[in-house]
């Protein structure tokens, strides 16, 4: 909620204090990306600072040849117009810290700048005054100051009056200064409306809704989720062995047989689950075995062609009495009750919010491909979340969770291996 609304959380009051601190000053004034410079006096400290930026997920790149041969005119040997910037005590005495970030300032390459200093004593500020608030004035980028030892007052008090925010924490300092960077984007995302079409299976889907009972089985969902222009495969409902060996030989290859009962929500622990099914022989045992999972709501085995294989994702619908209808995301199979990674969103949502979505995951990269392994069809993974989140904008009131566990994800499309809905009462 707080990742699609744009709000930001801090982890304690101190960090909470810093980044108000950075909007105080600069909420007029945000970065237009993640791209940040750092000016410093000091190699080590401007090399600590960079961990905590990049950390911060913020970018150092390379300043532009202009600005460094500029800035370079005013550096000893040993100094750098790399960035970090280690312009050395030496170099600063001639320029000021607001005359070395306004240097750097002017490269096409940054966003914003970090100064880090020492502000133990206010010295150097003092004579700087001045052209400190000329420059908080001509600049249209963020600039902000960080000490690396305690500040004096009178330094945070000279920067303050000047316009700059001064940070004594350097994690606090890049967290702020990415907070600026990710709100502009979050701010253009939420004044933007959600590119979402609307479908003309809604009211299809609202009459198998009500025709069905509280708790919807797999093949209640699928005709459902194929009213929104989901996929489902190949399958049926069958009531007898006979009839799930006429459908297997007409699939051809491997089949599937499930029990099909609202009494069974996890069909491998209830013995209700039969995979990779060949022959009449193996369909005929395989009916039996999901047979003895029967319960008196039973209604019937559904039978599948096996899909092939894929990367096991979860995508799922539920009600929150607070936030409404929220779609999750994540990998799924046994991997979602083991080690969850999963992402969270209000709905609807449009093909750039389901990016986002996808982009929040730990394992993410995954899908690109890992060791060799192919790479999965990430857009019509995301077509699969739109739709989704499309069905629960137009009957968030009718589910309180739809759960489709797991999507197999292939190198081209996905197959919806499964599938339960749950509704509100």
């Not at 960035?83 to 607001?98: E, L």
């Not at 999750?328 to 709905?347: C, Q, R, T, W, Y």
Request: hydrophobic share 40%; net charge negative; glycine share 10%.
């Amino acid at each position: 909620m707080f990742q699609r609304y744009g709000i930001i959380e801090g982890h304690d009051t101190v960090e909470l204090v810093d980044i108000a601190a950075a909007f105080s000053y600069h909420g007029r004034k945000l970065p237009k990306g993640n791209r940040v410079g750092i000016c410093t006096a000091s190699g080590g400290g401007g090399g600590w600072l960079a961990d905590q930026c990049v950390a911060a997920g913020l970018e150092l790149p390379e300043l532009d040849e202009t600005t460094r041969a500029t800035i370079d005119k005013y550096l000893p040997a040993y100094g750098t117009s790399q960035n970090p910037i280690d312009a050395t005590a030496q170099a600063v005495r001639k320029t000021g810290y607001g005359g070395l970030a306004a240097l750097a300032i002017k490269s096409p390459e940054l966003d914003s700048i970090i100064v880090l200093a020492s502000c133990r004593n206010p010295a150097v500020l003092k004579r700087e005054r001045e052209d400190l608030k000329v420059l908080a004035q001509e600049v249209d980028k963020p600039i902000l100051f960080c000490s690396y030892t305690q500040p004096h007052p009178e330094a945070a008090e000279i920067l303050s009056q000047a316009g700059f925010p001064l940070f004594s924490n350097m994690r606090n300092c890049a967290r702020a200064t990415a907070e600026l960077s990710k709100y502009r984007q979050h701010r253009e995302r939420f004044l933007k409306a959600p590119a979402i079409q609307s479908n003309s299976g809604k009211s299809k889907a609202a009459e198998k809704l009500a025709a069905n009972g509280p708790v919807l089985c797999e093949y209640e969902v699928k005709p459902i989720l194929a009213d929104y222009g989901i996929s489902v495969g190949q399958e049926s409902l069958v009531n007898s062995a006979d009839e799930a060996v006429a459908l297997a030989k007409e699939f051809g290859g491997s089949v599937v047989l499930k029990i099909q009962s609202p009494d069974i929500l996890h069909k491998t622990e209830a013995g209700g689950l039969a995979l990779n099914l060949n022959g009449e022989e193996a369909v005929r045992a395989g009916y039996d075995h999901v047979m003895s999972a029967a319960t008196e709501q039973t209604h019937g085995v559904l039978i599948q062609a096996m899909a092939p294989r894929g990367h096991e994702m979860i995508i799922g619908i539920n009600y929150d009495a607070t936030f409404g209808s929220m779609l999750m995301l994540g990998f799924g199979g046994i991997h979602v009750e083991v080690s969850p990674d999963v992402a969270l969103s209000p709905v609807p949502l449009d093909r750039d919010g389901a990016t986002e979505l996808l982009d929040r995951l730990a394992g993410r990269a995954i899908l690109d491909g890992a060791r060799g392994a192919a790479s999965a069809d990430v857009d019509a993974l995301v077509d699969l979340v739109v739709k989704l989140s499309q069905i629960a904008s137009d009957h968030g009131d009718d589910i309180a969770e739809l759960e489709l566990n797991p999507v197999l994800v292939h190198e081209q499309g996905v197959s919806v291996v499964d599938a339960l809905l749950v509704k509100r009462t």
